[in-house]
């Protein structure tokens, strides 16, 4: 019997057991890999090809091009290169997720999302969205950031469509909407079993239940029970988060180059659209209205 001091991975080689908290892919995660999915980090030397995924409790770390692929991490994201989504491709970060580019994605990151060049993706992004380096670009899609964007370029000369919202966690809108479905929900599962307790204590008043019945009977206590705990957590946790919500938003976006037409920009319940070329400037709430003011 061996006890590890560490989550990772095992490795027997050369007589010995070890567990490395890192797991190393000297290759591509291709058809001789297949997916991955370990308790520890990730590195891959290789590129991810589409169609694989990796899953890792830690950081995920990519020195090739991750195509239409799904990566999940509890921590970081490191894309050394970046990634063509294809539509397809998924990148969810418990931590942050860094990348020289990524285009036509799904993004998720509970922390700050950095790259010099995002196109044409979807960005969920708790803290801040950066687009630094050479080109800075934000181009096309829908980027909801909780706290800042800072981005040399957003929209292009065509007039790209590209949605910020801004200066409410996207996460927290995504738990809202997601505990207002399942309440209901759990609502009426309670009231069924707590009909079909009456109903099984009034025919055990009247004649000892049978084997099954007894069973159905302890099966829908205990439903109650889970409904009950977990109702009071949810309608307390939903009350926290609209609580949240409701507070002023006091996102900001840092223009350090130029925003051109075609951009629509929301912080908390406020909007506007960019229909002229904006430079060097920020845009932050001001009451019940999104203003441009000095860099």
């Given at each position: 019997?061996?006890?590890?001091?560490?989550?990772?991975?095992?490795?027997?080689?050369?007589?010995?057991?070890s567990?490395f908290?890192?797991y190393?892919?000297?290759?591509d995660?291709?058809?001789?890999?297949?997916?991955?999915n370990?308790?520890g980090?990730?590195?891959?030397?290789?590129?991810?090809?589409?169609?694989?995924?990796?899953?890792?409790?830690?950081n995920?770390?990519?020195?090739?091009?991750v195509?239409?692929a799904?990566?999940?991490?509890?921590?970081?994201?490191?894309?050394?290169?970046g990634m063509?989504?294809?539509?397809?491709?998924?990148?969810?970060?418990?931590?942050?997720?860094?990348?020289?580019?990524?285009?036509?994605?799904?993004?998720?990151?509970?922390?700050?999302?950095?790259s010099e060049?995002i196109?044409?993706s979807?960005?969920?992004?708790?803290g801040?969205?950066?687009?630094?380096g050479k080109?800075?670009?934000l181009?096309?899609?829908?980027?909801?950031?909780?706290?800042?964007?800072?981005?040399?370029?957003?929209?292009?000369?065509m007039?790209?469509?590209?949605?910020?919202?801004?200066g409410?966690?996207?996460?927290?809108?995504?738990?809202?909407?997601?505990?207002?479905?399942?309440?209901?929900?759990?609502?009426?599962n309670?009231?069924?079993?707590?009909?079909?307790?009456?109903l099984?204590?009034?025919?055990?008043?009247?004649?000892?239940?049978?084997?099954?019945?007894?069973e159905?009977?302890?099966?829908?206590?205990?439903s109650?029970?889970?409904?009950e705990?977990?109702l009071?957590?949810?309608?307390?946790?939903?009350?926290?988060i609209?609580?949240r919500?409701?507070?002023?938003?006091?996102?900001?976006?840092r223009?350090m180059?130029?925003?051109h037409n075609?951009?629509?920009?929301s912080?908390?319940?406020c909007?506007?659209?960019?229909k002229?070329?904006?430079?060097?400037c920020?845009?932050?709430?001001?009451?019940?209205?999104?203003?441009?003011?000095?860099?």
């Open positions: 019997s061996l006890l590890a001091d560490i989550d990772g991975q095992i490795l027997y080689a050369d007589g010995k057991i567990v908290a890192t190393e892919v000297k290759a995660v291709d058809n001789s890999t297949g997916n991955i370990v308790v980090n990730v590195a891959v030397r290789g590129s991810v090809l589409a169609g694989f995924s990796i899953e890792a409790g830690g995920v770390e990519v020195e090739g091009v195509e239409g799904t990566i999940r991490a509890g921590g970081d994201i490191i894309l050394k290169r063509i989504g294809n539509n397809k491709g998924l990148l969810v970060a418990g931590g942050d997720i860094i990348a020289k580019y990524i285009e036509n994605a799904t993004l998720e990151a509970k922390g700050d999302i950095r060049a196109l044409h979807d960005i969920k992004c708790g801040k969205l950066e687009l630094g080109k800075g670009l181009v096309g899609g829908v980027a909801r950031v909780g706290h800042e964007v800072e981005a040399k370029v957003i929209g292009s000369v007039s790209t469509v590209t949605v910020l919202e801004v409410v966690d996207p996460l927290l809108r995504e738990r809202l909407k997601f505990l207002r479905q399942e309440i209901p929900s759990m609502e009426e309670l009231v069924k079993a707590n009909q079909a307790i009456n099984l204590k009034k025919m055990d008043a009247v004649q000892r239940l049978a084997d099954d019945r007894r159905m009977l302890a099966k829908s206590t205990r109650k029970f889970y409904y705990s977990h009071r957590e949810y309608r307390s946790e939903m009350q926290d609209e609580a919500l409701q507070q002023d938003a006091a996102g900001r976006i223009v180059g130029a925003a075609g951009v629509r920009v912080i908390g319940s909007s506007m659209y960019v002229e070329t904006l430079q060097y920020t845009l932050y709430r001001d009451g019940a209205d999104v203003r441009v003011g000095p860099l």
